[in-house]
């Protein structure tokens, strides 16, 4: 019933940019907090970009000034703006909702998505 479903992603060089969307369907994303998180083969989840329900913005330090977080409410969408990717960005990246600003662990957060592969090689 509830759906996190996410596009873009894929494959671009160092330095350059991609656009990571999650769509939802049966609620509002505006009633939660939205956290992008990330995962390498051989390493553990992590988090790199939060939004509340309110518009407050918070960034890993990893992807400060390079990453944007950011919604569109008349598409129920939440979108990751990656800029200057560096080939450490590599990763699945995943959409996920939580009940309350300031939750940044990956245990916090009840639906996700089903992930998207991003590479940044040469």
């Known amino acids: 019933q509830l759906q996190l479903v996410q596009s873009g992603g894929g494959l671009v060089q160092p330095g350059g940019s991609l656009r990571l969307s999650c769509a939802a369907s049966?609620?509002?994303?505006?009633?939660?907090?939205i956290g992008w998180f990330r995962q390498a083969p051989g390493k553990a989840r992590e988090g790199v970009a939060w939004?509340?329900?309110?518009?407050?913005?918070n960034y890993s330090d990893s992807v400060k000034g390079r990453f944007t977080i950011s919604k569109d409410k008349a598409e129920n969408t939440v979108h990751l703006q990656m800029n200057r990717l560096k080939p450490e960005d590599t990763a699945v990246y995943f959409c996920?909702?939580?009940?309350?600003?300031?939750?940044?662990?990956?245990?916090?957060?009840?639906?996700w998505g089903q992930g998207t592969q991003v590479t940044v090689s040469s």
């Open positions: 996920a909702t939580s009940g309350n600003w300031g939750a940044t662990m990956p245990s916090q957060y009840d639906y």
């Open positions: 939004i509340s329900s309110s518009g407050d913005t």
């Open positions: 049966l609620f509002y994303l505006e009633d939660y907090t």
